[in-house]
Every structure is written in C-alpha cells, then in structure tokens.
C-alpha cells in the first residue's frame, strides 16, 4: 500500500516536472519575462525607500514593459505555430519584432506614470491575451469553443495548484520561523507568492496549452462544466431577466429613472451572459433548453440594453463623457453589436466575439476616437458652455465675475479642472492662462474651489469651531453630554432622561415632560448660510449654539457636531448630532 502511495507520487512528480520542463522549451522567452517580472519587483521591494522618485517609476515602467512581452510573446509563439513550414529563424525574428512593440511602448506611450500610459497598457495586455487566444483558429478551424473550453480549464487547475502551493510554503515558512527560531523576514511570504504566481503558474498552464498538432482535435466537453451551465447559471440568467424586465417597467410606470444604477445592472449581467452563450455553442443542440436558450437570449436582452444607453445618455447629457463612462458605452456597443450577430446568423463564427473586442480595445486606447481624446474633448466642451452661460467667457479668455454662480456650476467648474489636473493635463484647456494651477482658481474665475465629489449631494455635516476647550457653565445646574446617545431615547443621569427622535430633543423628568424642541426650523437656517458643507469644514460656535426657555427652565445646545439630509420634499432631516445640553431651573437661586 505505501509502496504504491510513493509510486504515484513519484509519478506525479515525475509528470510534473516533465510538464514544466516541456513548456520551458516551448515558451522560453515568456517564462523569461514572466521571471524577470517577480525579479524586478523583488528588487524594488528589497531597496524599497532609497530609491529616489525617478529611479522608481523607471524600474515600474520597464517592469511593465517586461510585463507587456509575456502576452507578446505568447501570441508570436502560437502565430509561428500555425506555418506549415517552420524555422528557428522565423520564430527569432517574430521574437525580435515582439521586442521591437515592447521598446516603442516604452520610449513613446510610457514615457511616465499616469492613469493615460496604465490604462493602455492594461488595454494592449489584454488585446494580446485574446490574440493569444484566437490566433491559432483564425483559418476557419472548427471547435474554437472547446479549445477555449481547455485553456480556460486549465487555466483554474493552475490557480487551484498554485494557491495550495503557496499555502504550503508559507506554511513551511511560518513554521520555520516560529517553530525552529529562525527569523524569517516578512517579505519572504511575498516573494514566494511572486515565484508562484510568475513562474510556477505560467510553466504549469503552458504545459497544456494545446500544440499545433493537436489544435484541430475535438476536446471533451466537462460534464461539470455541463451540468453547471444548463442547470445552474442559465436558469440564474433567466430569472434576472425577468426580474430586469420588470425594473424597467416599473421605471415606464414611475417615470423615475435611476441613472447612476440601470448601466452597472445591464452591462455585467450582458457581458455573463456573452461568456454563457459562448461557452455553451458546443451543447446548445444536446437538450432542447439549451438549443432555445441559445436562440432566444440574444433577442430578449437587446431591449434592455436599450433602456441600458438611454440611461448613459441621460447621465453623459448631464455631466459629458469621462474615460470610465466611454469605456462603459463602448463595452455596452460591443455587447449590443454581438447580441445582434447571434441573433441574426446562422452559422455562427464565434471566433469574432474576442476578435472584435480585441478591435474594440484598440480603438479606445489608441487613435483619435481613444477614450482619451473623446473625453477631453467632451470635458472642454462642457467647460465652456458653463463658462458661457455664466458669462466668464468674454473673446475666448475668463473673466472674473462678481455675479453670484449657482453652487452647481462652481462645483462642475472645479469638477472638470480636477479631472484634467488628475488625468490629463490643465494645459489642455484652451481657455485657461498659461501656468494655470488650481490655486489661481478665485483669481481667474472670480470663486474658490468647490469641492467636486458632492455635486448634486444633499447631504450636509456641521463641525464646531471649537474657539475654546473651557465651556463657562457656572450660571446652570446640570450638564448633559449627548456623546453617548445611540438609540432614540438613552437616560443621562439620575434625573433626567433625553431623547432624539427624529429632528425633536424631549427632555422627561421621571414621568413628566419638562421641555420638547424641534430643531427643524434651526438647522434650515444653518443650511441656508452654510449649504452642503462636508466633514472637515468648521462652522462657528455661536452659528451651533442655540438659548432657548420655558415657564420653569432656561436651556442652552452647545452643538459639536450636526449631520443631516434634504429629501425630496425640501424638508431638513437629522441623522446625527452630538451636542452639550446645559440647563437652569428658573426657581433655583
């Protein structure tokens, strides 16, 4: 029994390392770039604090870069595999050109650091993934599905492999460590994920990667991943289906439409359901589900994708397109684009679905439709037409106004600068002086900055100013301190008992109610002087201290800290407040 235990171990083993082995002599260059990876980032987390800015957005850039070459690599390896007659010279030369994409990157589109140079370059990542992908099946081969199938199969056996791996060596660290006395530095666990995750991991999946001799060949299809599909996710799909349906026409009959929830609600589940269809192409004549599934989902789920751009072009009306709201419709277009294409062909070449994307991905990244040049080309615009209408614009230069301009408009005004400050340029607005920053803002448009991240926020939060630590209480008898009040009514003290409820203070002495106010009437007036003004703003002690009295008490709020909303009827809520309470008997001499 234990003879035959080891002997499958050693088998194991065995196969293992043959498989490891077998895909280094295939996939050289990328286990190369893939170690080189986990080395560079093991170097510059070693050196960590002396490096200097530059030296280490360097390293970064050309980590990436080297990053960049594993899908390069991958898709030059796999196109050299599809020639009939091949040659070690020709595979050097499509590693060379490989080498040549990956400099250009690095001397023209990463010349530094910036949400523009890390977005294309997830961007072209993920093209040459899928090019990896279809490009053995691009001469009209059949069972492109299954190949996927495989690959994305043996894509979970080496994740699944790996984080056992992991754990495993962790574990002998940790033990080694706390077990034998041996210190082990922290960054070991770490590094031993980097080692794991870029060279074990890419040498396991590679190893089953299909060669060209075997491209062609009929996969089995996984009766798991069978049962899963049919049984599992598509009636899942069918029921959010149905229950999108009836949102939406909710929506028709309310006539309210929540825009910033209907895009996310859409897309993810479309794009599910792409994935679904595409790997379902293979069984969809096996059971009669299936079959109508396959047929019918397509169609269903364009009419929701409709009201889907209707709810974009609500938002991108109203506040123009940014790179995240570009990349949202144009990954909603694709998705309409496919549905349309399922529905109407009849044979369907599913190899087009990552091909496309692949198209798609580039033109958002690169080029004069980019998701870059669209966005702020769209910002610009929106700029100026706000500057317009507020009459800051005067010959193409900003005048300063002494006008007073609704909260909305500064707040979109500093909305777009930030975004241009943070993603771009200021130097791409026209309109603005030369060696603009946000400091100048009062000087060139006539007001401060607004914060941005509350446009369109009703909600509003009070801070004292605390002027002095010493609070002067000698002419009152009690002191209550509200910094423990959690529910709606808490007990204080052994004589009083007050409660919050709602936007009213009552305060009980046993089963006698000594003193009720609302305080709705004293926050309006706060928020009609100071708005919508967020944590970290002060307001003035004596804007948050209210006197007030009645026949036998006289009674002084010292408010720390108000919170509150205004719903849609205009009327101030207050959802929390921490205040100092002071009373004084009238009768008490």
């Known amino acids: ?41 093991i170097i510059m987390t070693e050196l960590g604090s002396t490096l200097s800015t530059e030296i280490e957005e360097m390293l970064t850039r050309i980590t990436m870069t080297l990053a960049l070459g594993i899908p390069l690599s991958l898709s030059s390896r796999v196109y050299f595999e599809r020639k009939e007659e091949k040659s070690s010279f020709k595979l050097i030369v499509y590693y060379i050109f490989s080498a040549i994409i990956q400099l250009l990157f690095y001397l023209l589109l990463l010349r530094e650091l910036t949400m523009v140079t890390i977005t294309r370059f997830v961007g072209i990542n993920i093209v040459f993934y899928l090019c990896f992908i279809f490009i053995p099946y691009m001469l009209n081969k059949k069972n492109f599905e299954l190949y996927v199938i495989n690959i994305f199969t043996s894509f979970l056996i080496t994740y699944v ?35 794991v995750a870029l060279f074990f991991a890419p040498a396991y999946f590679l190893a089953y990667v299909p060669k060209e001799n075997k491209v062609s060949m009929k996969f089995a299809y996984s009766k798991i991943l069978k049962i899963l599909l049919t049984y599992i996710v598509m009636p899942l799909l069918t029921i959010y289906t149905f229950i999108l349906y009836l949102y939406f026409g909710k929506i028709i009959i309310s006539m309210e439409w929540p825009i910033g929830l209907v895009s996310h609600l859409v897309l ?15 069984i969809k004549d096996d059971i009669k589900w299936t079959c109508a599934f396959s047929k019918w989902a397509p169609r269903i789920i364009l009419p929701i994708l409709i009201m889907m751009f209707i709810s974009m072009g609500i938002r991108i009306n109203a506040y123009g397109i940014t790179e995240n709201r570009y990349y949202v419709f144009v990954l909603g277009l694709w998705i309409f684009g496919t549905m349309i294409y399922l529905s109407l062909a009849k044979e369907r070449k599913n190899i087009l679905i990552p091909i496309s994307l692949s198209i798609i991905i580039l033109l958002s990244i690169l080029g004069p439709i980019s998701s870059y040049s669209i966005s702020r080309y769209s910002q610009s615009n929106r700029l100026e037409s706000i500057l317009i209408n507020n009459n800051l614009l005067k010959d193409g230069k900003i005048q300063p106004s002494s006008e007073d301009i609704s909260i909305e408009d500064r707040q979109s005004i500093s909305s777009i600068l930030t975004y241009f400050e943070n993603n771009h340029n200021l130097n791409n607005l026209d309109v ?16 401060s900055y607004e914060n941005p991240y509350y446009i369109n926020n009703d909600y509003f939060y009070y801070v004292r100013d605390m002027e002095s630590n ?103 809520k207050i959802n929390d407040i921490y205040f100092y309470l002071l009373v004084k008997e009238k009768n008490n001499n």
């Not at 309006?524 to 944590?535: A, M, N, R, V």
């Open 432 to 447: 603005l002086p030369e060696e603009f920053t946000m400091n100048d803002m009062e000087e060139t448009f006539g007001f």
């Open 1 to 41: 029994m234990k003879g035959s235990f080891k002997v499958k171990i050693i088998k194991s083993l065995t196969k293992l390392s043959l498989g490891i082995s077998s895909s280094i002599k295939r996939f050289p260059i990328t286990i190369f770039y893939s170690t080189s990876v986990a080395i560079m980032i």
């Open 470 to 572: 010493i609070l002067d209480i000698a002419d009152f008898d009690y002191f209550i301190d509200t910094r423990n009040l959690y529910g709606p009514t808490q007990a204080q003290n052994e004589l009083f008992t007050l409660s919050i409820n709602h936007n009213i203070v009552s305060i009980d002495f046993g089963n006698n109610k000594l003193y009720e106010k609302d305080l709705s009437d004293f926050v309006t007036q706060l928020h009609e002087k100071y708005g919508f003004i967020q944590k970290g703003n002060e307001v003035s002690e004596a804007d948050l201290t209210l006197e007030d009295e009645n026949e036998d008490y006289r009674f002084k709020f010292i408010i720390n800290n108000i919170g509150g909303q205004k719903d849609e009827s205009g009327t101030i």
């Open 268 to 282: 993810w589940f479309s794009l599910i359901l792409t994935l679904v269809l595409f790997f379902i192409a293979p």
């Open 161 to 195: 492999y790996s984080a056992v791996l992991y754990a495993g060596l962790s574990a002998i660290l940790f033990a080694i460590d706390n077990l034998l006395g041996i210190k082990i530095n922290s960054n070991f666990y770490f590094y031993t994920f980097l080692i």
